[in-house]
């Protein structure tokens, strides 16, 4: 068995620095001009992949995003379950917390997405707005929960009620699912927040999918950083 990842981040077309972050595996980035770069994977359990949308300036959402994820990456090999994945996105809270008091960072902080697979099940993890899609049989289906408050017709906005470096513990969303028959796309709202469920639906479900999101989320302006992750395990 295998996993296959396609992944890119790129600062976008209107802010003048990248605070996106990526990790697959080991393998950390955070470009500001980015190229698709493909991956394959032996089936190392557990294996985690996501993407993290800092926040909090220049220097405080870079290193928000990257020091989480460095957490993560750390401390994942002795995941065994949805517990220890619960445990350590609140150990990447506290540290991104702890650093963020210093006071050229205080406010940085960061959203966090992603999925950890292990032997027989895949656990889809979220805070904050950055997005977990899983992709069976042709439907796109979020499975990521937006931590953000709504607008007057019950659509998310871009105001998030959480995210990792907060003082108070965070309440990660955490969604168990069977091993095999499901790909997955992971992204910033850089991604979301330009195109549609349905816009996305048909681009993953195409010939070219990282292409076509690139090409779409640029033609929409591309506002914000964006980044994403297509998963495909076995």
Same mark, same amino acid.
């Given at each position: 068995m295998?996993i296959?990842?396609?992944a890119?981040?790129?600062t976008?077309?209107?802010?003048?620095?990248?605070?996106d972050a990526? /990790?697959?595996?080991a393998w950390?980035?955070?470009?500001?001009t980015?190229?698709?770069v493909?991956m394959?994977?032996?089936d190392d %359990?557990?294996f985690?992949?996501?993407v993290?949308?800092?926040?909090g300036?220049?220097?405080?959402g870079?290193?928000?995003?990257r020091?989480?994820?460095?957490v993560?990456?750390?401390?994942?090999?002795?995941?065994?379950?949805p517990? !220890?994945v619960?445990d350590?996105?609140?150990h990447?809270n506290?540290q %991104?917390?702890?650093?963020?008091?210093n006071?050229?960072?205080l406010g940085?902080?960061? #959203?966090i997405?992603?999925v950890?697979?292990?032997a027989?099940q895949v656990?889809v993890?979220n %805070?904050?707005?950055?997005?977990v =899609?899983g992709?069976?049989?042709?439907?796109l289906q979020?499975?990521?929960v937006? !931590?953000?408050?709504?607008?007057?017709q019950g659509?998310?906005?871009?105001?998030?009620?959480?995210? /990792?470096?907060?003082?108070?513990p965070v309440?990660?969303?955490l969604?168990?699912q069977?091993?095999g028959?499901t790909? =997955?796309l992971?992204?910033?709202?850089?991604?979301?927040?330009?195109?549609s469920?349905?816009a996305l639906?048909d681009a993953?479900?195409?010939?070219?999918?990282?292409?076509t999101?690139?090409?779409a #989320?640029?033609k929409?302006?591309?506002?914000d950083n964006?980044s994403?992750? /297509?998963?495909?395990l076995?």
């Open positions: 295998s296959e990842v396609t890119f981040t790129d976008g077309l209107v802010r003048d620095h990248n605070e990526l /990790l697959v595996g950390s980035c955070q470009a500001a980015g190229s698709v493909h394959r994977f032996g %359990v557990p985690v992949a996501a993290a949308d800092g926040m300036g220049h220097a405080g870079e290193l928000a995003s020091l989480a994820l460095s993560i990456a750390d401390i994942a090999p002795g995941w065994a379950g517990d !220890d619960a350590g996105l609140q990447a506290d %991104v917390h702890q650093v963020g008091q006071p050229e960072l940085m902080g960061t #959203t997405a992603g950890c697979a292990f027989d656990v993890f %805070v904050g707005d950055s997005r =899609y992709i069976s049989d042709g439907v979020q499975l990521s937006d !931590d953000a408050l709504l607008d007057d659509r998310p906005t871009h105001r998030i009620t959480q995210a /990792l470096g907060q003082r108070m309440d990660p969303h969604t168990v069977p091993r028959g790909a =997955y992971v992204c910033s709202d850089g991604v979301s927040g330009m195109m469920d349905e639906r993953v479900t195409g010939p070219s999918p990282a292409e999101i690139i090409e #989320t640029r929409a302006g591309a506002q964006f994403f992750l /297509l998963i495909s076995d």
